[in-house]
């Protein structure tokens, strides 16, 4: 059994023609991939309820994703891309910026150029990220008035009106992520009633999602990677539906690895599941020892990413290969409007 990973370990062959540029017609359409056991089956996202049990808990992320993208320029005229990472107050704000030459701090940029044209001024740079502050207005009513939905870099378009619906998952409520949480887009209301009909529980937590949620892995040494820290919230009725169902013998399922990150944050950070609201830089690979889920829901991930070690630590790294090997092969969808499958937590 290998012990010792790198980056390189993590890598797979994705034709570009399987990256998902649209989502299908009907949430629960999107294919299911059974990966419980060693051979996996094809299924449907709406054959859900029937391979779950009664008395199994739900928990999903509930965090609604903001219009975080906002266009402005230098004062010479060139173009940058501002992607909103979260609010520090109402003016203040952390952020990434795209640009030929990055700005430095202590200049301005100006935000909406061709509406509100709010300037902004750069305080300062940590590594990726930026801090800006407005010298007038504030950031919400900005990013309402004139910011995009932030679809991820690898859907090679602008966001659509139909976007502002499906990139959202239909229970979301609490804005502040940047990104979807992404296995939850396959849910719909008949799954959802679906589900309650058979017995099954939900619970919810709140995992405001970032930007750097897209950053590559740079380090071979994947030892040597710094997680994004990114925000979140768990609840004591989520807490009690958890101890419920683990007292009854029924199964945690985490909707999505911010779920997954939620939980088992929380439980490192405190020795415990409680309720709690914090910030998470959890980095899970291979050799974690995973303490509060039991099954997963999670879409395909990038190629060398974190996303691909969490999973490789969940279900096991040779698992996860042949899972992927033959998602490739049957042809699913891959990334955030993609397809889905559904894990078990490795022995």
């Known amino acids: 059994m290998q012990t010792s990973f790198t980056l390189s370990d993590f890598d797979y062959h994705l034709p ?65 891309e501002v992607m909103i990472e979260r609010l520090l107050s109402p003016t203040r704000a952390l952020a990434q910026l795209r640009a030929s030459h990055a700005p430095k701090p202590g200049s301005e940029i100006i935000i909406a150029p061709d509406r509100q044209r709010i300037a902004a001024t750069i305080e300062s740079r940590d590594d990726r990220f930026f801090t800006l502050q407005l010298q007038s207005g504030d950031f ?15 859907m090679h378009r602008a966001a659509e009106k139909a976007d502002d619906e499906r990139y959202q998952t239909v229970y979301a409520k609490n804005e502040g992520a940047v990104a979807a949480p992404t296995a939850g887009l396959h849910f719909d209301e008949p799954t959802l009633a679906a589900c309650r009909e058979r017995g099954i529980e939900f619970a919810y937590v709140t995992l405001h999602v970032g930007a750097g949620t897209f950053l590559p892995v740079k380090v071979e040494n994947i030892a040597e ?118 894990l078990a937590r490795s022995p």
């Open 140 to 154: 919400e009513t900005l990013m309402r008035d004139a910011g995009e939905l932030p679809l991820p870099p690898y």
């Open 225 to 342: 990677h710094r997680m994004h820290s990114e925000r979140y919230a768990l609840p004591q009725a989520t807490v009690s539906a958890i101890q419920h169902c683990k007292s009854r013998r029924g199964r945690v399922i985490a909707v999505g690895t911010t779920s997954v990150r939620t939980l088992e944050g929380c439980f490192q950070e405190c020795g415990e599941l409680r309720a709690h609201e914090s910030e998470t830089e959890i980095f899970i690979t291979p050799g974690f020892q995973f303490n509060v889920v039991d099954l997963m829901i999670t879409n395909f991930h990038l190629p060398k990413s974190t996303l691909m070690m969490l999973v490789s630590a969940f279900a096991g790294y040779e698992h996860i290969r042949a899972i992927y090997k033959h998602a490739v092969e049957r042809r699913y969808r891959f990334f955030s409007y993609g397809d889905a499958m559904l």
């Open 16 to 80: 570009e023609d399987l990256i998902a540029q649209h989502p299908l017609a009907v949430r629960s359409a999107s294919r299911l991939l059974d990966a419980r056991a060693p051979a996996p089956v094809d299924r449907i996202f709406s054959d859900l309820p029937s391979m779950l049990a009664p008395g199994d808990l739900l928990v999903f992320n509930d965090t609604r994703v903001i219009n975080a993208r906002l266009h402005a320029v230098k004062p010479s005229g060139g173009a940058v």
